[in-house]
């Protein structure tokens, strides 16, 4: 979405020595744990940049005037 918009100096920054956030895995006891939530709720109309991603990641989709979610990465 920046690229797009003619915004191509980029630099990411993270605090510790992995890229990720609060979305590494991490072990404890030798079994794999997530560090923080793996999920996204589904943003509000309002959220037009969160939604703009959603459908370039091709996690959304629009059909008949409505956005529909793939299935495969809802959370019911």
């Known amino acids: 979405a920046l690229t797009r918009r003619g915004v191509d100096d980029i630099a990411l920054l993270d ?3 992995q890229a990720g956030g609060n979305s590494r895995g991490h072990r404890l006891a ?3 744990c ?3 939530a793996h999920y996204l709720p589904v943003p509000s109309p ?7 991603l959603l459908h370039e990641l091709g996690l959304a989709t629009q059909r008949l005037g409505r956005t529909e979610w ?3 990465h809802l959370c019911h």
């Open 15 to 17: 605090l510790e020595d």
């Open 30 to 32: 030798s079994s794999p």
């Open 34 to 36: 997530p560090l923080g």
């Open 46 to 52: 309002d959220a037009r940049e969160v939604l703009e």
């Open 70 to 72: 793939d299935e495969r």
